[in-house]
């Protein structure tokens, strides 16, 4: 039996390999959609249990990986991250400014040696919209082509085309005004603190609970 008709069957040991292969390549596109590892583990654990959830979508008749269908859920579920963390950031600036108190952890965070290039990549990704920064993400750091890019946003192959074209001269505005560099941009971000491995139990939980 092919993977993909594992993966709608429900297999529980075929998630565990679809986490294993793709947990990594899910991480780095949350990260690099919010700049945020805390956010990147969560884009990890809500996109296991959605492709869980839409597993009867997966067309079991054609070849090919599950990489794009994977990455097209993982790029739905940080958007939805990023929505509902505005909706919470909006919520707290109504609220009456309570006295602020030293926050030790980011002082912590401030000595790390890779905080300039996580800032460097906020700011490159915050000047872009958010399908150009989905496409950049999928094409350039997650290393799709433009026909797996397109299954995973459900969008022509032009549009893919053009909206990384528009991202691309947006970055290339950036480099030219000495705000971003590019191999701040190019290299994969390490795992933040070891999570997407222990995100793989709360994964596979469903699946284990489902096949009993």
């Known amino acids: 039996m092919s993977m993909r008709a594992r993966v709608r069957a429900g297999d529980p040991d075929a998630f565990r390999e679809l986490f294993d292969e793709y947990a990594r390549a899910v991480y780095n596109l949350g990260f690099r959609l919010s700049g945020d590892w805390s956010v990147a583990e969560e884009v990890v654990s809500l996109t296991f249990l959605e492709a869980w959830r839409l597993r009867g979508r997966v067309d079991s008749d054609v070849d090919g990986p599950l990489r794009p269908w994977l990455l097209g859920i993982a790029a739905n579920v940080a958007r939805n991250v990023r929505r509902a963390a505005r909706r919470y950031d909006g919520a707290l600036a109504r609220l009456p400014r309570a006295r602020l108190e030293p ?5 912590v965070v401030a000595r790390l040696d890779d905080q300039e290039r996580i800032t460097r990549l906020r700011v490159a990704l915050a000047a872009l919209r958010a399908p150009e920064r989905e496409v950049l993400a999928l094409c350039v750091f997650a290393g799709l082509d433009y026909a797996e890019a397109a299954e995973a946003l459900n969008v022509p192959v032009g549009t893919v085309r053009s909206r990384l074209s528009r991202a691309r001269t947006r970055l290339s505005r950036l480099v030219a005004t000495g705000r971003i560099t590019p191999p701040e941009i190019s290299r994969e971000p390490s795992c933040g603190n070891g999570q997407v491995t222990a995100d793989r139990a709360t994964a596979v939980r469903l ?6």
Not at 103 to 107: S, T
């Open 207 to 212: 699946t284990q609970e489902s096949a009993r």
């Open 103 to 107: 926050d030790f952890a980011e002082e």
